[in-house]
């Protein structure tokens, strides 16, 4: 289609997606849920086509639900001001004052030289190192400390590309690597990413049964190996070639660039210790908050608090003869505010979608298609992941769980295998940007394309699916020696 009519055709195609679902109504929704469900396929079918700007689309629910009697405008607005965007606010400045003081070039260098200057040695440097990060942090947390060490590496390497290889392919690999990796490996422990938490907090209220750290790593630990063994053949043999080899040449022209370098400047050390406070917060923020009771930490507050500093203490560098902070407003021009709006927008309209019973309803309609077995285990699994791209994985659990427990009971089935494999799946969302925190993350590097990771997540989705759906089926009840009671 020529580009002139491109954008056009798509406006009134996903317009007239919008008209159907609500004037016809196919699947015979309320008249409130059939507004909300056409307002998401409204703003998939324009994010997945490239309609508009996707902040411009994320912006659509703070119209539409207002004028449609969905929402007020401040129950509609609210989600814009979650905390996991303000998260991503304080991470992305660090990372600007980081790349701003020539930090993230000192940092790049290093790791190629530990690494290697093999595109593929690169990519498993980073998925190791970010998958078992994020089996003791939150992966959000994860990845704002990844992200612009993988930027900084991504910009050596194409300031030293001689041709030979695809560097475009080692860009995309690597970005995609980072937060596909810390969704994988935060599945590994029980406190790795909020879904297990809230699953884990479900059993023991509804259930009575407390699952023990050290059953749930017995199980999850091998299958975060397996996906992030896959995520790496997948990513440096199937999709994102690179072809690009290990050259003594690079090798020396890195000694020669860090010696160049010289010695850490005063400014660059105050970052770095802004940066290694803000990490070392985030490992100990749980065990901070178990000593006491007079204050509670998390992550959002933590990166706000990394960002503070960035603007109230001094740089200790002399240009012109001031000396200034390490960061200036001025120098938030380059941030990423566009995914701020995009990750609002896919909470508020996930939020919706909850309150209007479509994502209960939808586990209901599924389970109604099996008999219980590895099928129905198979099929939770797969709505698990695909309803995660467009829900907070959170909120999918909590709502899902009761769901899940009762449709063990009516089956008489395992309610372990069901509602683990839901848990696990709902953190496994990799085809859209607001599916996860990580995702929006390194969708904000400017330097991806929403084909990209609907491509690759598509991919990894599957694969999940069906080891999640493996693992849960033969090696769960071996694993856990206590079987939860109907």
Request: proline share 5%.
């Amino acid at each position: 289609m020529h580009k002139t009519y491109k954008q056009p055709v798509l406006i009134v195609g996903g317009l007239l997606l919008f008209a159907l679902l609500v004037v016809i109504n196919p699947f015979g929704l309320d008249p409130l849920a059939a507004k909300v469900l056409a307002i998401g396929a409204l703003m998939v079918s324009w994010w997945i086509g490239d309609a508009a700007p996707m902040p411009i689309v994320a912006l659509l629910p703070l119209i539409l639900f207002p004028f449609l009697g969905i929402a007020r405008i401040e129950e509609a607005a609210a989600p814009y001001a979650n905390p996991v965007i303000f998260l991503f606010m304080g991470g992305f400045m660090i990372g600007l004052a980081i790349e701003k003081w020539n930090l993230h070039k000192r940092i790049a260098l290093n790791i190629i030289k530990l690494t290697g200057t093999s595109g593929n040695r690169i990519i498993f440097g980073f998925i190791i190192a970010t998958g078992f990060l994020s089996m003791w942090l939150s992966n959000t947390a994860t990845t704002m400390m990844m992200f612009p060490i993988a930027m900084s590496v991504i910009k050596v390497m194409e300031e030293n590309d001689d041709g030979i290889g695809n560097q475009g392919n080692l860009t995309v690999c690597l970005l995609l690597s980072i937060a596909y990796a810390s969704n994988i490996g935060g599945i590994a422990t029980i406190i790795g990413t909020p879904p297990n938490v809230a699953y884990a907090a479900f059993l023991e209220k509804h259930n009575g049964y407390s699952i023990q750290f050290s059953e749930w790593m017995l199980l999850c630990t091998p299958l975060s190996i397996l996906l992030l063994l896959a995520l790496y053949v997948v990513m440096v043999k199937v999709l994102y070639p690179s072809g690009i080899k290990d050259k003594e040449s690079t090798k020396n022209l890195i000694v020669s660039e860090l010696r160049k370098m010289g010695k850490l400047s005063i400014a660059e050390k105050r970052v770095l210790a802004i940066f290694l406070l803000t990490a070392f917060l985030w490992i100990i923020k749980d065990v901070l908050n178990r000593s006491q009771q007079s204050y509670k930490l998390d992550d959002s507050m933590i990166a706000v608090f990394g960002a503070f500093l960035l603007f109230v203490i001094p740089s200790g560098m002399h240009s012109e003869g001031k000396s200034g902070p390490l960061m200036l407003w001025s120098d938030t021009n380059k941030m990423a505010w566009g995914v701020l709006l995009l990750f609002g927008g896919g909470i508020s309209l996930a939020a919706q979608l909850e309150k209007a019973g479509l994502i209960q309803a939808l586990g209901n309609w599924v389970a109604g298609f099996a008999e219980g077995g590895f099928i129905l285990l198979l099929l939770i699994t797969l709505l698990s992941i695909f309803i995660s791209e467009v829900m907070s994985n959170v909120a999918q659990v909590i709502v899902f769980a009761p769901v899940i427990a009762g449709i063990a009971e009516a089956l008489n089935a395992n309610p372990l295998q069901l509602g683990i494999a839901m848990t696990l799946g709902a953190s496994c969302a990799g085809m859209l940007p607001m599916g996860t925190p990580p995702n929006a993350i390194v969708f904000g590097s400017g330097k991806l394309k929403l084909i990209h990771m609907t491509k690759t997540g598509f991919v990894m989705n599957l694969i999940a699916a069906v080891l999640i759906s493996l693992f849960c089926w033969f090696i769960l009840p071996m694993a856990l020696s206590v079987v939860v009671p109907h």
